[in-house]
């Protein structure tokens, strides 16, 4: 590798690499237990092997592995998997009382929307790895720092595994780059749910160090 080049972050997944992600699709599960209520059999078994494959790539056994924060460096509260539960929780609760106050469904559903939410920081693995970030900090001229944000490399992730390209669009613009597109319907709820989720508790907690207004 040309030291002027960076690493190669776009290799399709090795067979050792696919065979350790099959490895960790119950653990995803476990950490998620919100993934059993996606009534969708495909959609639910692609956001499994999403998550798995993301953990694969990046050195990760479980979720939980990473600190419950907004990008690395910043307040923690418990841990991402915490965070993708309570973002799904609040986003469903978005969709669920306007349609309750307004006495018809939006025009989305709760499976896409619940897919959306758990797999919106399905990137983070990479933004997150140690050894990424190592790399990075020891020369950000190569690469930058980090090389890619979660939302991009979490679409990446999602489109290797087949998922649906409402989910895709989420992971790629629930965060600022989400400014530079139209976002639909999910992504704006997520949003706001991811936003929610944040705010509320650097208020709660008291957090000297304030979570960045993106």
């Given amino acids: 590798m040309n030291s002027q080049e960076g690493k190669t972050l776009l290799e399709l997944p090795s067979e050792k690499v696919l065979a350790q992600a099959d490895s960790l699709r119950d653990s995803v599960v476990t950490s998620l237990p919100l993934i ?41 509260k418990g841990t991402q998997a915490d965070h993708l539960q ?8 978005i969709k669920h009382s306007l349609e309750e106050v307004h006495q018809e469904p939006l025009p989305l ?20 790895n140690q050894a990424h970030r190592d790399r990075w900090e020891a020369n950000s001229r190569v690469s930058g720092a980090p090389a890619v944000r979660h939302p991009a490399y979490g679409a990446h992730v999602a489109m290797l595994v087949g998922l649906p ?8 613009a629930h965060s600022p780059e989400g400014r530079f597109v139209q976002r639909s319907l999910a992504a704006t709820i ?13 208020k709660s907690e008291q957090w000297s160090v304030k ?4």
């Fill in 211 to 214: 979570v960045p207004r993106l």
């Fill in 86 to 93: 309570g973002v799904a929780l609040i986003a469903l609760t």
């Fill in 109 to 128: 559903s709760d499976d896409v929307l619940l897919a959306s939410a758990l797999c919106h920081d399905l990137g983070k693995t990479f933004e997150y």
């Fill in 165 to 172: 390209e409402a989910v895709v669009h989420v992971c790629a």
């Fill in 36 to 76: 059993n209520t996606i009534e969708d059999v495909n959609l639910r078994e692609k956001v499994v092997s999403a998550w798995a494959l993301s953990l694969a790539l990046n050195d990760y056994s479980r979720i939980e592995e990473m600190p419950g924060s907004g990008m690395p460096q910043a307040p923690v």
């Fill in 190 to 202: 997520v949003h706001h749910a991811d936003d929610s989720y944040w705010f509320t508790l650097e």
